[in-house]
């Protein structure tokens, strides 16, 4: 499930959603004040998702889904930040919250 909005206090400001999975938290993406958004792989890496990166692949396949986000196997073990004018295409951002409440539900789902 997804938690409290989290602010940093960095050089470049961000936010984000916290997403709850296995007693952990973890921030899948940040908005940040610099126009770009961050795809947060690493902090996804919890114990069963880094054993079977299916879910993590198909995350990402979802992405992908978004044009010029390019998103490689590399990526999964980092971070992508990639510029938040992908987003201002409606099917874009459609692309973009259906990858993330797909995530969101299947971290809800873990476990059951």
């Known amino acids: 499930e997804f938690g409290p909005i989290q602010f940093s206090e960095t050089r470049v400001g961000s936010f984000g959603p916290t997403l709850n999975h296995e007693g952990s938290e973890a921030h899948a993406f ?22 079977d ?39 874009n951002l459609s692309y973009f919250k259906d990858a993330v409440k797909w995530l969101k539900d299947k971290a809800l789902s873990a476990g059951k």
């Open 53 to 91: 990166r299916a879910v993590l692949n198909e995350f990402r396949d979802r992405l992908n889904k978004i044009p010029e986000m390019e998103l490689t196997e590399k990526h999964l073990d980092g971070k992508a930040n990639r510029p938040l004018d992908l987003l201002l295409d409606p099917a």
């Open 30 to 51: 940040v908005i940040r004040s610099d126009g770009s958004f961050t795809i947060r792989f690493h902090h996804l890496k919890t114990k069963s998702w880094n054993e």
